[in-house]
């Protein structure tokens, strides 16, 4: 062996070494990149927290997504919000022989429950509501009626959305109403917010209820129509 080889053999085993440090180097980078990559795809995909509140009196929780406020709630309401578009959110429930009776709309077919909304639907646009619409929206185990119309039955045009079911014998009714149209982004909102609403315990119908159906419009009409009433005092108030 000549002395020169083992000189080109040490060059040699560093170029090899400088080579393995790269790739690995090269590796590592790579690595960075893609948990770089997922942290903004995370950060993209997941929604915005949250705020969970208890609502003790239905025994129940229900999220409200970023961008709602709580207001502060009148007699007889569970709870109310507003987000920065102006809609007010308003939640009350009822106990009558009626929600008595439904007991718990998930417990009826979907026919049932659409009958009842169409219906429904149909006596608002008699009272000269405008652009109703019914769809059901289910929840398992909750069936929720969801009505969307607008009118000037309180001296300006108002825009509604409202869900209303039974459940536990308690008519359940989450509006949203503002003084524009409210966009797509919000409608989508409500959905699932009225989604989120779960209860610790749907109980079975107690056997001395009546297992039909009834369609109370009066009843729930009357809830529709309070709903108006209360944004329009709502919002007389806040421009004084």
């Known amino acids: 062996m000549t002395r020169a080889e083992p000189a080109l053999n040490k060059r040699n085993m560093s170029r090899s070494n400088q080579s ?18 997922l942290a903004m795809m995370i950060g993209i995909i997941i929604p915005a927290r949250a705020e969970e509140v208890v609502l003790g009196e239905i025994k129940a929780v229900l999220n409200l997504p970023e961008g709602w406020t709580q207001a502060e709630a009148a007699a007889g309401e569970l709870l109310t919000a507003d987000n920065a578009e102006g809609v007010h959110l308003r939640l009350v429930t009822t106990t009558g022989e009626t929600s008595e009776d439904q007991w718990n709309y998930g417990d009826y077919g979907d026919d049932a429950v659409n009958n009842l909304g169409n219906a429904l639907a149909d006596r608002l646009t008699k009272a000269d509501y405008r652009d109703v619409a019914y769809t059901m929206v289910k929840a398992d185990p909750v069936k929720w ?29 989450l509006t949203f109403t503002s003084g524009t149209v409210i966009s797509d982004e919000v409608t989508a909102q409500t959905e699932e917010i009225a989604r989120s609403l779960s209860f610790a315990e749907i109980a079975e119908r107690p056997r001395s209820t009546d297992s039909s159906l009834k369609t109370s419009f009066i009843w729930i009409a009357l809830l529709i129509l309070a709903a108006g009433f209360t944004y329009f005092l709502k919002t007389r108030g806040a421009k004084k």
């Open 20 to 37: 393995k440090r790269k790739k690995k180097a090269n590796r590592i980078r790579a690595i960075i990149a893609l948990i770089v990559l």
């Open 145 to 173: 009626l969801r009505l969307s119309w607008n009118n000037e039955k309180t001296g300006s045009r108002l825009y509604g959305i409202q869900y209303y079911t039974v459940v536990n014998g308690q008519g359940i009714e």
